[in-house]
């Protein structure tokens, strides 16, 4: 998300934990089955579908299509595009290409959201890298998660991690809390200062998701609307779980496909 969201963090109660994990499992099998369609010459129209028709199979309502107007299921950004591509039948995936497959729904009346980038094919190493580096930084991301830890232990096991590895952390949009609506209090900016920011505590849903780049990170939005791409080009990575902290440390609810 782009906003800045400064309204009260809701905490959620188990059995509403247990609601958002019924719909991250259907998101879950969602992305499992679009990443399945990933292959060279693959129109990201036709992932599209695949995320449509699971949607139907799964009983759940696609989160994005029609949200701010936003014209489908899934978000399909290649190489060069950070987030919000729109799926289209002039888009063709080629080898080498990286990939950014982003999927939220809603089932009885909670959300999940979640997101995964792939190669397509066979990749550059640096490429690659980029992937693994950005999937590590959720990991961290989520490793943070721990009751009395702050937002900015958080946000800054990201941005230590990814500049570490020589990458760019693309600071216009941020993870959110998530639960009765997509986007909900508190806004989670991958940069910030250990230590500082809202204490966490059990009950506490967020959407992490950690965009990198291999450039400087500014972005531009395309005449689309939606689009967001590099401003240099570079290519960018984005990996999103939804997850909550329990009494028993950070759980992922958007596992569990198969
Ligand atoms: N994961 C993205 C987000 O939380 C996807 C939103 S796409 C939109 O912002 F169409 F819903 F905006
Ligand atoms: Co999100």
Redesign the pocket.
């Known amino acids: 998300?782009r906003q800045a969201t400064a309204a009260a963090i809701e905490l959620k109660s188990g059995p509403e934990i247990e609601a958002i994990r019924r719909a991250g499992k259907a998101v879950s099998c969602v992305l499992a089955k679009v990443a399945a369609a990933v292959r060279p010459g693959v129109k990201t129209s036709e992932l599209e579908t695949v995320a449509r028709d699971q949607s139907k199979s799964h009983g759940v309502k696609p989160?994005?299509l029609g949200?701010?107007g936003?014209p489908a299921a899934l978000?399909v950004s290649v190489n060069a595009e950070v987030?919000?591509g729109i799926p289209s039948a002039l888009r063709a995936l080629a080898e080498g290409d990286i990939v950014s497959l982003?999927y939220?729904c809603v089932l009885e009346g909670f959300y999940a959201?979640a997101?995964v980038t792939l190669g397509v094919g066979r990749i550059a190493a640096q490429a690659q890298k980029l992937l693994d580096v950005t999937r590590v930084s959720l990991e961290r991301a989520i490793a943070a998660m721990r009751t009395d830890a702050r937002l900015g232990d958080v946000s800054s096991a990201v941005q230590d991690y990814v500049e570490e590895q020589g990458f760019s952390i693309v600071l216009d949009?941020s993870g959110?809390g998530i639960g009765r609506a997509?986007?909900e209090a508190p806004s989670v900016p991958n940069y910030g200062t250990a230590g500082t920011g809202t204490r966490l505590s059990p009950g506490l849903v967020l959407?992490l998701?950690p965009m990198v780049s291999a450039g400087t990170g500014r972005t531009e939005v395309l005449a689309d609307g939606w689009t967001a791409v590099t401003r240099d080009g570079s290519l960018a990575a984005h990996f999103?779980h939804t997850v909550a902290l329990t009494e028993s440390g950070p759980d992922i609810l958007t596992e569990g496909h198969g």
């Open positions: 998300m989160a994005f949200y701010r936003y978000c987030v919000h982003d939220g959201d997101a949009f959110h997509l986007h959407a998701e999103e």
